[in-house]
């Protein structure tokens, strides 16, 4: 299932992702740092959402209440609580 998700307080615009087969896949943010998205993308797929959204969930940016990470959570709690 194909997931786009409109971030809020983050340099990014969007974050897409996939879940197939209880498996995070192809994690993707529209805008932001290019860099930091690769690297986040890497370490969080092949996770179970449950899991990748407790990792990340709270994770600020700066002086923002929330981050890319935090907000791939929430995209992920989004998308488990619409199941």
Do not use: W
Not at 3 to 30: L, M, R, W
Not at 43 to 70: H, V
Not at 74 to 81: D, G, I, N, T
């Amino acid at each position: 299932m194909h997931i786009t998700y409109d971030a809020k307080g983050i340099c990014a615009s969007k974050v897409e992702f996939d879940v197939e087969e209880g498996v995070i896949k192809n994690i993707s943010f529209v805008g932001g740092c290019d860099g930091n998205h690769k690297g986040l993308a890497a370490l969080a797929e092949g996770m179970t959402p449950e899991e990748a959204a407790k990792r990340m969930r709270g994770i600020t940016c700066g002086p923002r209440k929330t981050s890319c990470p935090d907000q791939l959570a929430v995209a992920l709690e989004e998308f488990l609580k619409n199941q």
